[in-house]
C-alpha cells in the first residue's frame, strides 16, 4: 500500500511541477497567444489565473499548441 | 461580456450579495468560538479553528448545493444563483484553512513529509470503520481548489464550456467525499450523534430538492403537443406568455424558449452560449433577451449577441393562428435572422 501512495504522490507532485511551469510561461507569455482578451487585462487577472492555470495545464497547453498549428 | 478580463465581475449587487457572504461567515466563526469556549473549554485554539472553518465550509457547500433545484422550483431565488461562484471561492477558502490547520496540527510534528503523512499515518485502508478519513479530505479539498481556481469567465471560455462544466460537476464527488470525511471522523475522533444527525438532514435536504427539480423539468420535457398539418408543434395561447418574458417547451429534445417583445413573438434555444443558463428564465431588458444567469444578450429576432459580441444560439420559425402559437420543430442555424411574429 506504502508503494502505491509514493507512487500516487510522485506523480501528484509532478504533475503540479510541470504545472507550476506551464503556469509561469503561460501566464507571461503563451495565454495571450491563446486569448486576445488577455492582452488588455489587467497583470492582477493573470495573477488570478496562475493556480487555475497550474490545475488543468493539460487542456491549455493542448489548446495552445492546436492554436500555434493552425497559426502556422 | 468584455474585451477583457476584469478581476471580478463586481457590480453593486454582486457587492451587496458579497458583503452578505462575508458577514455571514465572520458571524458563524464568532458564534461558532464563543459557543464552542463555553461549552467545551478544554479545547485548542487549533481544533476550535479546525472545526469552525470545516462547518462553515461544509455549511457553505450545502447552500451552494441547493441554490440550483431550488432557482429551477422557484425563479425568486435566481439572484443567490448570480452570485454562487463567489460562494463556492469563499467555501474553497475556509476548507483551505480547515485543511492548511489539520496538515500542521496533525501531521507537521513527525520527521515525515506533512503529505505523505496523511497518507501513511493511518495505514488502516481496509476498514470501514477506521479508514483514514483525512485522506477523503484531502481529496475533497483537491477538487475544490481546482474548481474554486477555474472560476473565471476566461477558463469557462479557454477550456471549453464542456470540459468546464465537467469539472465543476466534481463538486458532487467532492460532496461525497466531505460527508464520508466528516462521518468517519465524527465516528473515530469522538462520537457525535449531533453532527452525524446534521449531516443525514443535509443530504435529505439537498437530495430531496434535486428529485423535485428533476421532476418538475421532466414534466416541461415530456408534455406531449399536437402538429398541425405541416408539421408545425402547437404549444400555447398567445396571452399564456407575459410581455418580455418567455414560456419554455421542449421541441424534438431541445428546450425552446418563446419570448413576448412588444407584442410580438420570437423563440430562441433555451441554452445560453456562456455557462449553459436557461434563456428563456430571464427577460428581455433594452431590447435584448438578457441570461438570468450572468447577464449574456441575445437579440430575439436572430439569436445573436449585439455587436462587438459573437454568442449565437438556433432560432425557430413561429406562426400564430386564432390565438394559438405554433412552432417549426426544426432549428434554424444560430443566428439565423426571423421576423417576429406579431400576437
Same mark, same amino acid.
Given at each position: 500500500?506504502?508503494?502505491?501512495?509514493?507512487?500516487?504522490?510522485?506523480?501528484?507532485?509532478?504533475?503540479?511541477?510541470?504545472?507550476?511551469?506551464?503556469?509561469?510561461?503561460?501566464?507571461?507569455?503563451?495565454?495571450?497567444?491563446?486569448?486576445?482578451?488577455?492582452?488588455?487585462? !489587467? !497583470?492582477?487577472?493573470?495573477?488570478?489565473?496562475?493556480?487555475?492555470?497550474?490545475?488543468?495545464?493539460?487542456?491549455?497547453?493542448? !489548446?495552445?499548441?492546436?492554436?500555434?498549428?493552425?497559426?502556422? | 461580456?468584455?474585451?477583457?478580463?476584469?478581476?471580478?465581475?463586481?457590480?453593486?449587487?454582486?457587492?451587496?450579495?458579497?458583503?452578505?457572504?462575508?458577514?455571514?461567515?465572520? $458571524?458563524?466563526?464568532?458564534?461558532?468560538?464563543?459557543?464552542?469556549?463555553?461549552?467545551?473549554?478544554?479545547?485548542?485554539?487549533?481544533?476550535?479553528?479546525?472545526?469552525?472553518?470545516?462547518?462553515?465550509?461544509?455549511?457553505?457547500?450545502?447552500?451552494?448545493?441547493?441554490?440550483?433545484?431550488?432557482? %429551477?422550483?422557484?425563479?425568486?431565488?435566481?439572484?443567490?444563483?448570480?452570485? %454562487?461562484?463567489?460562494?463556492?471561492?469563499?467555501?474553497?477558502?475556509?476548507?483551505?484553512?480547515?485543511?492548511?490547520? /489539520?496538515?500542521?496540527?496533525?501531521?507537521?510534528?513527525?520527521?515525515?513529509?506533512?503529505?505523505?503523512?496523511?497518507?501513511?499515518?493511518?495505514? *488502516?485502508?481496509?476498514?470501514?470503520?477506521?479508514?483514514?478519513?483525512?485522506?477523503?479530505?484531502?481529496?475533497?479539498?483537491?477538487?475544490?481548489?481546482?474548481?474554486?481556481?477555474?472560476?473565471?469567465?476566461?477558463?469557462?471560455?479557454?477550456?471549453?464550456?464542456?470540459?468546464?462544466?465537467?469539472?465543476?460537476? $466534481?463538486?458532487?464527488?467532492?460532496?461525497?467525499?466531505?460527508?464520508?470525511?466528516?462521518?468517519?471522523?465524527?465516528?473515530?475522533?469522538?462520537?457525535?450523534?449531533?453532527?452525524? @444527525?446534521?449531516?443525514?438532514?443535509?443530504?435529505?435536504?439537498?437530495?430531496?430538492?434535486?428529485?423535485?427539480? &428533476?421532476?418538475?423539468?421532466?414534466?416541461?420535457?415530456?408534455?406531449?403537443?399536437?402538429? *398541425?398539418?405541416?408539421?408545425?408543434?402547437?404549444?400555447?395561447?398567445?396571452?399564456?406568455?407575459?410581455?418580455?418574458?418567455?414560456?419554455?417547451?421542449?421541441?424534438?429534445?431541445? %428546450?425552446? &424558449?418563446?419570448?413576448?417583445?412588444? *407584442?410580438?413573438?420570437?423563440?430562441?434555444?433555451?441554452?445560453?452560449?456562456?455557462?449553459?443558463?436557461?434563456?428563456?428564465?430571464?427577460?428581455?431588458? *433594452?431590447?435584448?433577451?438578457?441570461?438570468?444567469?450572468?447577464?449574456?444578450?441575445?437579440?430575439?429576432?436572430?439569436?445573436? /449577441?449585439?455587436?462587438?459580441?459573437?454568442?449565437?444560439?438556433?432560432?425557430?420559425?413561429?406562426?400564430?393562428?386564432?390565438?394559438?402559437?405554433?412552432?417549426?420543430?426544426?432549428?434554424?442555424?444560430? @443566428?439565423?435572422?426571423?421576423?417576429?411574429?406579431?400576437?
Amino acid at each position: 500500500m506504502e508503494l502505491i501512495i509514493n507512487v500516487f504522490l510522485i506523480v501528484l507532485g509532478l504533475y503540479f511541477g510541470l504545472g507550476l511551469i506551464f503556469g509561469l510561461y503561460f501566464v507571461f507569455i503563451g495565454g495571450t497567444k491563446l486569448d486576445s482578451f488577455l492582452k488588455d487585462s !489587467k !497583470k492582477i487577472v493573470r495573477l488570478l489565473l496562475f493556480p487555475g492555470v497550474i490545475a488543468t495545464w493539460p487542456f491549455l497547453l493542448r !489548446k495552445l499548441l492546436n492554436t500555434e498549428q493552425d497559426d502556422s | 461580456m468584455g474585451l477583457d478580463y476584469k478581476f471580478v465581475l463586481w457590480n453593486k449587487h454582486k457587492k451587496t450579495y458579497d458583503k452578505f457572504i462575508a458577514l455571514g461567515m465572520v $458571524l458563524y466563526l464568532i458564534l461558532f468560538f464563543v459557543l464552542t469556549l463555553v461549552t467545551n473549554a478544554e479545547l485548542t485554539v487549533e481544533t476550535i479553528i479546525i472545526r469552525a472553518f470545516g462547518s462553515l465550509a461544509i455549511i457553505v457547500l450545502h447552500i451552494i448545493l441547493i441554490i440550483g433545484p431550488l432557482t %429551477r422550483l422557484n425563479p425568486k431565488y435566481l439572484p443567490i444563483l448570480y452570485n %454562487r461562484r463567489h460562494l463556492g471561492v469563499s467555501m474553497f477558502l475556509a476548507a483551505l484553512v480547515h485543511g492548511l490547520f /489539520s496538515i500542521i496540527n496533525f501531521h507537521t510534528l513527525g520527521d515525515k513529509n506533512p503529505i505523505v503523512s496523511i497518507f501513511t499515518s493511518n495505514m *488502516d485502508y481496509g476498514s470501514l470503520h477506521n479508514f483514514p478519513f483525512q485522506v477523503l479530505g484531502f481529496f475533497a479539498l483537491l477538487i475544490l481548489f481546482v474548481m474554486a481556481s477555474t472560476s473565471h469567465d476566461f477558463f469557462l471560455k479557454n477550456l471549453s464550456p464542456k470540459i468546464w462544466k465537467q469539472l465543476h460537476m $466534481l463538486v458532487y464527488l467532492a460532496y461525497a467525499l466531505v460527508i464520508l470525511h466528516v462521518f468517519l471522523g465524527a465516528f473515530q475522533q469522538e462520537t457525535s450523534l449531533f453532527t452525524i @444527525g446534521i449531516l443525514i438532514l443535509g443530504f435529505l435536504m439537498i437530495s430531496g430538492l434535486h428529485v423535485i427539480a &428533476a421532476f418538475k423539468e421532466g414534466k416541461i420535457d415530456s408534455a406531449k403537443g399536437e402538429l *398541425d398539418s405541416n408539421g408545425w408543434l402547437k404549444v400555447c395561447y398567445t396571452d399564456e406568455i407575459e410581455e418580455s418574458r418567455a414560456k419554455i417547451f421542449t421541441v424534438k429534445n431541445e %428546450r425552446v &424558449a418563446i419570448f413576448k417583445n412588444e *407584442d410580438k413573438l420570437s423563440a430562441i434555444h433555451n441554452v445560453c452560449k456562456h455557462q449553459g443558463g436557461p434563456l428563456g428564465e430571464g427577460k428581455i431588458v *433594452d431590447g435584448c433577451i438578457t441570461c438570468p444567469w450572468h447577464g449574456y444578450q441575445y437579440l430575439p429576432h436572430n439569436g445573436q /449577441s449585439p455587436p462587438p459580441f459573437t454568442e449565437k444560439v438556433n432560432t425557430y420559425e413561429l406562426k400564430v393562428l386564432e390565438g394559438i402559437v405554433y412552432i417549426n420543430p426544426d432549428a434554424m442555424a444560430e @443566428g439565423t435572422e426571423v421576423a417576429p411574429i406579431v400576437c
